[in-house]
């Protein structure tokens, strides 16, 4: 053994730290109370957050639950325009592109700052993409 580096049966530690992800059990994310158990909304909440950080404050936990609840909102948005064969359809995508973007320029109006059009189109953009692998 020597050099400490070994366990019981030959495992290495740095063998057993690539099975554990995090020795703390999470994945490090943070989601709002609002959407902690829709995986669906956290997926567009991961979205939506890296770019609205730029905007208002993620720590501060009334900024966080509401964009929380726009990422629960942008979800059932497309929850309700999703169909059988959506995917190769233009007249759904549209509509889902109205509905996301909508739900966009409401946000920013309510919390009051001007979203630049290269912001909303990587939203636009990366919840389109999500909804398509995720419905």
Do not use: C
Not at 30 to 46: R, T
């Amino acid at each position: 053994m020597g050099n400490g580096h070994h366990l019981h049966g030959g495992l290495r530690l740095w063998d057993i730290s690539l099975l554990i992800p995090s020795m703390k059990g999470g994945t490090g994310n943070h989601y709002p109370l609002s959407i902690e158990s829709d995986n669906d909304a956290k997926a567009f909440y991961g979205i939506v957050s890296e770019i609205l950080g730029k905007y208002g404050n993620l720590s501060n936990e009334e900024y966080d639950e509401s964009v929380g609840k726009l990422a629960a909102d942008i979800n059932s948005a497309i929850k309700a325009l999703a169909r059988v064969d959506w995917r190769h359809n233009n007249a759904i995508h549209k509509n889902m592109t109205q509905a996301i973007e909508d739900l966009l320029w409401d946000f920013s109006d309510e919390h009051h700052f001007d979203l630049s059009e290269e912001d909303m189109d990587k939203m636009l953009e990366n919840t389109k993409k999500t909804a398509l692998s995720r419905y």
